[in-house]
């Protein structure tokens, strides 16, 4: 119950401005989970919001971080929209490939074979 009325609480403190911001934040969140391009567009919004209202409550360093987002939000939306259709595909590897990789890997931080996979990192394997 005080969950609730904490959340009542925050709810009639917050401006139809950080609302705004908030709801755009988890919007984008979301869109960016399951790859979509329109999550570029709501993140430029809500990062305009938050530079907005630093200003306003004299976070300048936090306005400047959002700012930094902002022009990272608008490049990243520009790239993905230029981007060309040619992927490189993560290599497919067979069940004892991926066993000999993961278990010579004992120490878990570091490739004991470098030059095994030149061109891929272990995040880009399949498994």
């Known amino acids: 119950m005080e969950f609730i009325k904490a ?5 009639h403190a917050q401006s ?13 969140v979301w869109l960016a989970a399951v ?24 976070l300048y360093a936090d306005m400047g971080q959002n700012a930094y987002l902002l022009g990272i939000n608008i490049y990243g939306w520009y ?3 230029k981007k060309t259709q040619r992927r490189r ?6 069940h004892y490939q991926k066993t000999n990789h993961l278990v010579g890997n004992r120490s878990g931080c570091c490739n004991p074979r ?3 996979y030149p061109d891929y990192a272990i995040a880009d394997i399949t498994l």
């Open 7 to 11: 959340v009542e609480a925050w709810w």
């Open 89 to 94: 595909k993560a290599p497919r590897f067979s």
């Open 35 to 58: 790859n979509n391009i329109w999550n570029w567009p709501f993140a430029i919004v809500c990062t305009a919001i938050y530079v907005y209202i630093f200003e306003q409550a004299a």
């Open 114 to 116: 470098p030059g095994l």
């Open 16 to 28: 139809t401005l950080e609302l705004i911001g908030v709801f755009t934040g988890l919007i984008c």
């Open 79 to 81: 790239y993905w929209l």
